[in-house]
């Protein structure tokens, strides 16, 4: 009987462990996924910023907070991890990981770290506790920055010398900007390395350049009390502009003592770089957001599409003193006539009664448009500061077209845009003109027109030695066209007077807002600007 009882009882315990085992095989059989598949769906999420997806990940339903937290506090732009080889046994598994942060205005920041799986509800889900996160992350502690900025870089004019450091005249403190506290939406913008009421650029060079000036921080990441790592910082970058000392001291001189509102711009034709930007008002930047009329100063570009059409200097053209197209009454200025003359003379004394005819009849819409737009109208404007591009609208009628082919009806542009026509005229290409050499241009540059440089020089010479800028006292080897705008509504229409030109590897072009005529009052003012030169 004893011998019968041991064997039963050895059967016994060979059905039990064969059951485990069949349950055991159960167990593993339909536990769902895999552990790699699990921390690779978490790791996903968590590089996207899904709260929602990794907490379907997880063992136990939790809040995943801190993922956010350190997302703000750091200021990560992107989050990369890199898992490693899956350690698996008895329904546990751990996953170690790589994670980069990529911190705003800091830079990169990696760290390892390890996931914890288990097996719940007969799935792989990821065992979440703080050190998930951070190793040494643990409840109720937060991750934050300290920063140490650099000094701040400066900006200089094209000889070295400073400009930002408030000594410089009042229209190149209207270039540079100035400092001014950083908001909560600065911050937000800028990056979490930056702090509300710390300076940042406020308008201007200051603003535009804000990164480069201001530099990267060395920054200690820290967690609770403890730092974790610095992360070094680098030195601000200066901002060399090409305002050239000499030149905007001629300007001011210039245009410092004329009652009216005067700007002027001047650049270096051979490399669209400016030399010298004034207003005599403060304020408003008239002189690169100013939105004039160019009256006659147009008759520039105008030329350019009738010599490019075939025209020369030396064509005998009319001036009446009226002239009608498509229904535009049209009169020259203190209605003169000059009857039959040369291309050149007509150009030299203003003619509008020969250019509008001649628009109408020689280039049309599309043709005006092309020669405007190859000296920089309908371009945009990449100069390192705010500056409204010039605009030339495609006429809709023969009758806007005769307005636009002497600068009138709907075109505008800024002193800086008519320097930039002048410029072109000068060296036979338009440059998108820039007040930092180093930006990257938007515009490509363009050439004109086959012989129409020289063809123009010979014409625009002519307005300086018998046309409406010889009484100007403009120096001996000056190029010009004067220009007198109307604006306003009504009998009684006001005039901007213009003068736009070139000497040598300068071009400029000045306005006098409501000054009149633009021989008798703003040719004198380019007339000192070259003479203080």
């Given amino acids: 009987m004893a011998r019968g009882r041991t064997i039963a009882i050895v059967s016994t315990a060979a059905v039990l462990a064969v059951g485990a085992a069949a349950g055991g095989a159960y167990y593993v059989l339909h536990t769902r996924g895999t552990p790699d598949g699990t921390a690779q769906r978490f790791v996903a999420a968590w590089q996207a910023g899904d709260a929602a997806a990794m907490a379907r990940e997880l063992a136990t339903p939790q809040q995943l907070g801190v993922y956010e937290q350190q997302r703000a506090a750091l200021g990560v732009e992107r989050t990369s991890v890199r898992l490693g080889r899956v350690a698996e046994g008895d329904g546990r598994a751990g996953v170690p990981y790589t994670v980069t942060l990529t911190l705003k205005n800091v830079g990169d920041w990696s760290y390892d770290g390890r996931l914890d799986l288990v097996v719940a509800d007969r799935a792989w889900k990821v065992d979440w506790s703080p050190?998930?996160?951070?190793?040494?992350?643990?409840?109720?502690?937060?991750?934050?920055?300290?920063?140490?900025?650099?000094?701040?870089?400066?900006?200089?004019?094209?000889?070295?010398?400073?400009?930002?450091?408030?000594?410089?005249?009042?229209?190149?403190?209207?270039?540079?900007?100035?400092?001014?506290?950083?908001?909560?939406?600065?911050?937000?913008?800028?990056?979490?390395?930056?702090?509300?009421?710390?300076?940042?650029?406020?308008?201007?060079?200051?603003?535009?350049?804000?990164?480069?000036?201001?530099?990267?921080?060395?920054?200690?990441?820290?967690?609770?009390?403890?730092?974790?790592?610095?992360?070094?910082?680098?030195?601000?970058?200066?901002?060399?502009?090409?305002?050239?000392?000499?030149?905007?001291?001629a300007a001011v001189t210039a245009v410092k003592d004329i009652e009216k509102p005067t700007s002027m711009v001047a650049i270096r034709p051979s490399t669209g770089e400016i030399l010298a930007v004034v207003n005599n008002r403060g304020g408003f930047n008239r002189a690169l957001d100013g939105r004039y009329a160019p009256g006659s100063t147009f008759k520039a570009v105008t030329a350019i599409g009738l010599l490019a059409a075939g025209m020369s200097p030396e064509d005998t053209v009319a001036c009446p003193e009226y002239a009608t197209v498509g229904g535009l009454k049209i009169r020259n200025s203190d209605n003169e006539a000059f009857g039959s003359l040369s291309f050149l003379d007509s150009f030299a004394h203003s003619c509008n009664t020969t250019f509008a005819p001649l628009a109408q009849s020689k280039l049309g819409a599309a043709k005006l448009m092309k020669a405007a737009e190859s000296v920089g109208f309908n371009q945009p404007l990449t100069i390192g500061v705010p500056a409204t591009p010039a605009s030339f609208p495609k006429p809709q009628s023969d009758a806007e077209l005769a307005a636009e082919a002497f600068g009138q009806a709907r075109i505008t542009a800024s002193p800086l845009s008519i320097a930039s026509v002048a410029a072109a005229i000068a060296d036979g290409t338009w440059r998108p003109p820039t007040l930092v050499p180093s930006l990257k241009q938007k515009a490509a540059e363009r050439a004109l027109p086959d012989g129409v440089k020289s063809r123009l020089h010979t014409m625009m010479a002519a307005v300086v030695t018998k046309g409406t800028a010889k009484k100007a006292g403009l120096p001996a080897g000056t190029h010009g066209k004067t220009g007198t705008a109307e604006y306003n509504v009504g009998d009684k229409l006001e005039t901007h007077a213009w003068f736009m030109g070139f000497k040598g590897d300068v071009a400029f072009a000045v306005i006098v807002e409501g000054g009149g005529g633009g021989g008798a009052v703003a040719a004198p003012v380019a007339a000192t600007f070259l003479k203080n030169l």
């Fill in 131 to 249: 050190a998930a996160l951070h190793p040494r992350l643990t409840a109720g502690a937060e991750f934050s920055i300290k920063t140490r900025w650099p000094r701040r870089a400066e900006i200089t004019d094209a000889d070295g010398g400073r400009i930002d450091d408030g000594t410089a005249g009042g229209s190149v403190q209207q270039l540079v900007g100035y400092l001014g506290k950083a908001t909560k939406e600065d911050v937000a913008k800028l990056g979490s390395a930056y702090k509300a009421g710390q300076p940042i650029g406020r308008a201007g060079l200051q603003q535009t350049f804000q990164k480069r000036l201001a530099g990267t921080p060395s920054t200690d990441i820290r967690l609770g009390g403890e730092t974790l790592e610095t992360i070094e910082g680098s030195e601000g970058e200066p901002v060399r502009t090409s305002l050239d000392p000499r030149t905007q001291a």
